[in-house]
């Protein structure tokens, strides 16, 4: 017999709100507590106000089913079994994580709950986080990080690669699995530093895989070699794996930008040089620099033309296909400094529709309005669709038909037929 429990959840964002509409298809009872009380009313009525597929039809479900319950009173948590700590946990000074959110919840928790509620953290926090947030709360606090992706939260947080919990209380650590009961994956039981220092590593691990594949798609380019080929190649080999190794604009985003910045500050502080690391974030940056370059010369046809006054077309803003999230999008962040150069962009983005936070990018509503009497193209998000686009009419609307593929998403020959001349990264 599964254990049904009472959770709560607090913070209704993209780990929060999904951990809430799945756990309650779990056959939990949730209430979900979150500040912004604008968004509560939305999601009472089932409106998500984020883009992940599965998403509305759990909420829409387990509402109906009075499974799933949002509030803005956390007073609401004073009967529940458990409380996951979905809070943000995003960059503060020197890079280290600004836990101002957290601790204000703890506040807030400590004189909430009832004795016997084991308290979950589900956020990216740094090691020793647990550790302090139970001798604040005066009970055990477990470690338990997530590790969905966005724009398959659903499908991750049911399916996932593997379940970390990091508990020293025995009582506490069953209740923390006990949520995840008819999940088929792999259980992991450590203490809570070493599942607090697991996320961070993981998520670093990721971005260092990706930095290396854009430094090795630039010496593809400069010995005429084909990245595709060369970590097709790679990808074989087991012990490298083929994900994460697609060359792109630079690795965003709300988690891998600042979780590196995290790490790289707890090494820091613990006297450790973690150069590889460090690099990592460095070749980032650089990469910004590298595909404006690169547009530079495919749209001048010189590596110091001036892009003043250059329309461009931006195709993409988002920091990965799949998702309507715009924080650390590399995409805007090459916008920037291409409008700083002069350049006069459109762009669009399938997932995009408010103009919010585009700083010089005018958004459009359809691709045929950024190709429009365009310079050139930047291909900056990896859509599927726009491989289904009617690139024989784009070239016919741009001024000038030059593509810049920074996802190697197209087809090189099928382009050309199309009439555009063709740039991708690490392609010969
Ligand atoms: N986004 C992801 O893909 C992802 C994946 C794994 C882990 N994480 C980690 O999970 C944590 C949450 O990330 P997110 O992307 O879900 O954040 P988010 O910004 O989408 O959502 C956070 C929510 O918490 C609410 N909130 C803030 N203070 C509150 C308080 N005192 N009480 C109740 N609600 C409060 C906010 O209003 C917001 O709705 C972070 O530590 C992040 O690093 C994120
Ligand atoms: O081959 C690749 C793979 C990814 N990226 C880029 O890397 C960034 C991160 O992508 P992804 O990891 O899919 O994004 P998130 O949804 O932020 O997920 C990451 O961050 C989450 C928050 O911590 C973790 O839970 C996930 O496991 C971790 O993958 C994006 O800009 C991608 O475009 C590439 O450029 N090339």
Redesign the pocket.
């Known amino acids: 017999m599964r254990e049904r429990l009472r959770v709560g959840v607090v913070g209704a964002g993209y780990v929060g709100l999904t951990s809430a509409a799945c756990l309650a298809e779990l056959g939990h009872t949730i209430t979900c507590v979150d500040v912004d009380a604008e968004k509560v009313g939305r999601l009472r009525e089932a409106e998500i106000p984020i883009h992940e597929p599965g998403l509305p039809e759990l909420v829409g479900n387990s509402l109906a089913a009075g499974r799933l319950a949002f509030t803005t009173e956390h007073a609401a948590l004073r009967d529940v079994d458990v409380v996951l700590l979905c809070l943000p946990t995003p960059t503060g000074q020197a890079g280290t994580a600004d836990l101002s959110a957290f601790d204000l919840a703890l506040t807030t928790l400590r004189d909430t709950v009832s004795p016997h509620c084991v308290v979950v953290i589900k956020s ?1 926090v740094p090691v020793g986080t647990a550790e302090r947030a139970a001798a604040a709360l005066g009970r055990p606090v477990v470690s338990n990080p ?6 398959h939260a659903v499908h991750d947080f049911l399916h996932p690669d593997r379940i970390v919990i990091g508990a020293c209380d025995e009582r506490a650590r069953e209740v923390a699995d006990a949520l995840y009961d008819g999940l088929d994956a792999p259980r992991l039981h450590t203490d809570p530093a070493s599942a607090e220092l697991a ?1 961070y590593a ?2 670093a691990f ?1 971005a260092l895989k ?1 930095s290396y ?1 854009n430094e090795l798609a630039e010496l593809c380019e400069r010995l005429g070699a084909d990245v595709t080929d060369v970590t097709g190649t790679m990808g074989l080999d087991e012990r490298i794996g083929s ?6 604009p ?7 930008p600042k ?1 590196t910045r995290a790490l790289l500050h707890a090494a820091a502080e613990a006297g450790v040089d973690f150069t590889v690391l460090a690099d990592a974030v460095t070749a980032n940056a650089r990469q910004l620099d590298r595909v404006v370059a690169k547009v530079r010369q495919a749209v001048t046809g010189s590596d110091d033309g001036s892009l003043s006054g250059v329309r461009l077309g931006l195709l993409g803003l988002t ?2 296909a799949g ?1 309507d999230d715009l924080r650390e999008s ?1 995409a805007l962040a090459i916008a920037a400094r291409l409008a700083a150069e002069g350049a006069q962009l459109t762009g669009y983005d399938p997932g995009v529709r408010r103009a919010a936070d585009l700083g010089e990018v005018q958004l459009v509503d359809e691709p045929s309005l950024v190709a429009k009497d365009a310079a050139g193209l930047v291909l900056l998000t ?1 859509w599927p669709e726009f491989r289904e686009l009617d690139w024989p009419q784009l070239a016919q609307l741009a001024e000038r038909a030059t593509v810049v593929d920074c996802r190697n998403l197209l087809e090189p020959g099928e382009l050309a037929q199309a009439g555009f001349t063709y740039f991708g990264l690490g392609r010969c």
């Open positions: 990216t997530e590790f969905l992706r966005e724009g996320k993981s998520n990721l990706v594949v994900a994460f190794l697609s060359p792109g630079g690795w965003g985003g709300s988690c891998l979780d920091f990965k998702t590399p990896e």
